[in-house]
């Protein structure tokens, strides 16, 4: 019995042995984690100050007039607000540009991804296809191929079309290239829906369209947020094509009507600054919305 005892208090004793240098790795370990946390807290402090400086002083200065701005502390409150330089902004055919970027953004995403969810839902089902495989693979060259390198082909395919100085010339080139990251990330995301689900709607009778609506569709709806918020920031921020594809002032989106505003106005620098924040709110706004759809959509998408 004293043999028995004197074993198991032995046993007993490693086993809180074990479990007391266990207890001290973890403790170890959370303070190694305490001290990367707070160097990536004061990181991420440091950079939240470093990019909301200018854009203080940008929504700042927009309040100012121009005495003010030249007289005053730059990133000092204004002592007398006023909105003549937004007034300036909108009178001088905003709403016209901004209806013009709405169309373009809204006239691309649409048929852009509506595209490329079909096409992803071709290259998925029909894995085994070669030709479906050399589609895939010609998407998948046309993110290698930037803008700025086609953008004279571009030039004289929509001359010959006679599309030139319209909103439907910058349309066209910009759903061609949205489809292509869209492709990639809608066909990861329908790749991860279980081919069982497909199987069971085909034994019931579904064909491939019902299939692509009936569950395709809603499993993928985040994916088709994602895409769609990302080309519509693309799209909406977009300076060449309406550079080289538009000529009037009616055709002018509004990144483009902010680059002429500025060099009309240039020592107008608070009317310049209002012009930026009206151009950028609904950038600011829409990524707010779909901030957390658009990020776990990408990673999701590139993660496998």
Known sequence: MAVTTSGTSTGAGTASAKAAAHAHSGELHARKLLRLNWFGGSASWLWLVIVMVPLYWIVVTSFKDQTAYFTQNPFALPSAPTIENYRLVIESDFPRYFLNSVIVTVGTI???VAI???AAYA?????GSRFLAGVNGLFLMGLAIPLQAT???VYLLIIRMHLYDSLLAIILPSIAFAIPLSVLVLA??????PKELFESMRVDGATEWGMLRRLALPLTRPALVTVSIYNGLSVWNGFLLPLILTQSPDMRTLPLALWTFQGQYSINVPAVLASVVLTTLPIVLLYAIGRRQLLSGLTAGFSR
């Open 151 to 153: 953008i004279i082909p």
């Open 116 to 118: 490329a969810f079909m």
């Open 188 to 193: 990861n995301f329908i790749r991860d829906v």
């Open 123 to 127: 290259i998925v089902r029909g894995a």
């Open 110 to 112: 649409v048929p852009a």
